[in-house]
């Protein structure tokens, strides 16, 4: 009985697939239907599956139009607020350029406000440069999981997309085995709806990925690339004060001239 089985699912299995590689050419050559416009014929016509797919292309764009808002050089690293910190820390006016950092938004104002604190006068060869770094770390870690919360939820959308597309491919199937079933013959033109169906979702659902993927890579690169410069203006900034600081050693190891 099992073996019976077996072969009448292997059997119909072949039918349907022959029967879907003999209408492909003329499903696919014909023009759409006259009387469907072309969001029934690409859209409306992958039944309710597309619903989902198209909820995920919405937020797709949403989360896209959040994180170029968000993810941009004023939001992180504002040339203005760079300009007069450095004047501060060039100057050792440390607590002037804590203060200066706290009352400004952007990424490395709070995160200077974070760590500029740490400066150690005790230690005027490098003000505890491993304390700041600490600091500067620790703010990044926890600040760059709120960003990249958005920023994985692009990646959700890429990997459920695909998903959503197989889930209709196979309600798709089931109802080309169904109609088959019930009809007792290979009828082209009734496996059409049905083929249709398992084929448009399957579209859609790459064609939704395949964007969320780049994106996902795009916005996670540029806020790693948008931290680097915070973190590499901190250092900047350090440095300008541990100068300003031994100013009087760094010169003391410059020759005033060179004999002949």
């Known amino acids: 009985m099992i073996e019976k089985l077996s072969f009448r699912s292997t059997r119909l299995t ?4 022959t029967s879907f590689l003999a209408s492909a050419p003329m499903l696919f050559a014909q023009d759409a239907p006259k009387d469907k416009n072309a969001l029934e014929t690409y859209v409306l016509a992958g039944g309710p599956t597309m619903i989902f797919i198209g909820l995920a292309v919405v937020a797709l764009i949403a989360l896209c139009v959040f994180n170029f808002i968000n993810l941009t050089k004023p939001k992180f690293c504002p040339d203005d607020l760079k300009a007069a910190l450095m004047d501060h820390m060039a100057n050792c006016r440390v607590r002037s350029a804590i203060e200066l950092a706290a009352s400004h938004p952007s990424y490395l104002g709070r ?3 974070y760590s500029l ?6 230690r005027p060869e490098d003000l505890g440069r491993d304390h700041i770094e600490d600091a500067i770390a620790d703010f990044s870690i926890n600040e760059n999981r709120r960003s990249m919360t958005w920023i994985n939820y692009i990646s959700l959308v890429a990997q459920a997309a695909p998903m959503l597309g197989l889930l209709g491919t196979v309600i798709g199937m089931v109802g080309a085995f169904g109609t088959l079933s019930d009809s007792g013959q290979a009828d082209p033109s009734m496996l059409a709806g049905d083929i249709s169906v398992a084929l448009l979702t399957t579209m859609w659902g790459l064609i939704t990925a395949i964007p969320a993927l ?26 300008a004060s541990i100068q300003t600081v031994n100013q009087d050693a760094y010169l003391a190891k ?4 060179i004999a002949v």
Not at 14 to 17: P, T
Not at 254 to 257: A, D, F, L, N, S
């Open 111 to 113: 995160m200077l406000a």
């Open 214 to 239: 780049l994106a996902y890579f795009f916005f996670k690169n540029k806020l790693n690339n948008l931290v680097a410069d915070c973190q590499h203006v901190a250092e900047e900034l350090l440095n």
């Open 14 to 17: 072949a039918v349907v697939a």
């Open 117 to 122: 604190p740490n400066i150690d006068a005790t």
């Open 254 to 257: 410059i020759p005033e001239g």
